[in-house]
């Protein structure tokens, strides 16, 4: 059987350009800093976000990781939201590789507001650790792809510059975001001191993630990379995949925005579904009925072609991508009528 793949926006394919851009590549080894495609991607994504160098990865994963053990020492602590991915999906990575604390938020659909930052910052006392890094996620996964609102952004990161507070974005879906709230790429270079942005979501390509900062953080991120054994080769055929994404697949981020929204539309005229969160970008989170138990419901919805995951006992997440086409969107339509 062939599925309606909603699991994630990870499950797409390269495309035909992207083989080609993959046979065309210049490469070279990396390690030595030889590889001309690696280069021209981690420039390229540099100048577009304003910043000053970037540092190509093998997952978004590994660039937060690094940026974590690059702002953040022994001993000390990062502020973030309790649903967020470097925290909720990095097997205490924060911890076990840069040795560091915690302090969680509750934030609004994993968007912290300036008030709850300030008021989980550490005091300068000697009984507390010392906050070192900030970090916001945007668009927010386990927030159902919400998206921070250009003033919030702003605010926070005015605060973060008058008070020495680092500021990190886990922007794995950061382009989402950008298409959706109609954003600057160049502005979040402006607010943010490291961003990582992964090239293997939304963009469709097949691997990879970029860590984008200053020269020196770059310089200082890059001997981490190393140490976490990511050091790489020809690493260009893949850069060469993430050019070619980032040139030809930004702007239809607004297709996948908008059958995400007609999904979360049809999800809610079920009987099955309590709620949806909002949908701002490409994730539609269904919460079910309260009799019903998630892994049962993706039991039916696979029974009739539809592939998604679930989000603890109770939720459902749908993520669309350049693999779901309106003819997906038709037919995933048709297919929970029979639910
Ligand atoms: C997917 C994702 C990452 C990185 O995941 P990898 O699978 O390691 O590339 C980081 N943050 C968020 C919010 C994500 O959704």
């Not at 490291?194 to 200082?220: D, H, M, N, Q």
Request: proline residues 2%; contains cysteine; glycine residues 8%.
């Amino acid at each position: 059987m062939e599925y309606i793949e909603l699991r994630s926006d990870t499950f797409t394919f390269p495309t035909k350009g992207m083989y080609q851009a993959m046979n065309q590549a210049k490469l070279g080894d990396d390690v030595f800093n030889e590889d001309p495609t690696v280069k021209e991607l981690e420039e390229k994504l540099a100048k577009i976000f304003g910043m000053e160098a970037g540092l190509f990865c093998s997952s978004g994963t590994m660039t937060n990781q690094i940026a974590i053990a690059t702002h953040v020492g022994k001993g000390e602590e990062l502020i973030c939201d309790e649903n967020s991915h470097i925290y909720y999906y990095e097997q205490g990575g924060i911890m076990a590789n840069a040795n560091a604390s915690v302090k969680l938020g509750k934030g609004e659909y994993g968007k912290l507001s300036l008030e709850q930052i300030k008021k989980l910052r550490a005091p300068a006392d000697i009984h507390f650790c010392e906050t070192k890094l900030l970090s916001l996620e945007n668009t927010a996964n386990r927030g159902g792809g919400s998206c921070y609102s250009t003033e919030s952004l702003t605010e926070i990161s005015q605060y973060c510059k008058d008070t020495n507070l680092p500021l990190h974005l886990d922007g794995a879906r950061v382009f989402n975001a950008i298409i959706a709230k109609n954003q600057n790429p160049k502005q979040y270079g402006e607010w943010f001191d490291s961003i990582s942005v992964c090239l293997s979501k939304g963009l469709g390509a097949p691997v990879g993630s970029v860590l984008l900062g200053t020269e020196a953080f770059i310089a200082k991120a890059k001997r981490i990379r190393k140490r976490f054994g990511g050091g790489w080769r020809q690493a260009g055929l893949l850069a060469a995949c993430g050019i070619y994404a980032l040139d030809h697949h930004i702007e239809r981020l607004a297709e996948d925005h908008l059958r995400a929204k007609i999904i979360g539309e049809e999800l809610l005229k079920r009987p099955w579904v309590d709620a949806i969160y909002p949908v701002e970008t490409n994730i539609v989170i269904a919460s079910l009925r309260e009799d019903l138990l998630a892994k049962d419901l993706l039991e039916k919805l696979k029974e009739n072609g539809i592939r998604a995951i679930g989000f603890g006992e109770k939720q459902i997440r749908f993520v669309t991508h350049l693999n779901f086409t309106d003819q997906d969107l038709t037919k995933f339509i048709q297919a929970i009528q029979n639910i």
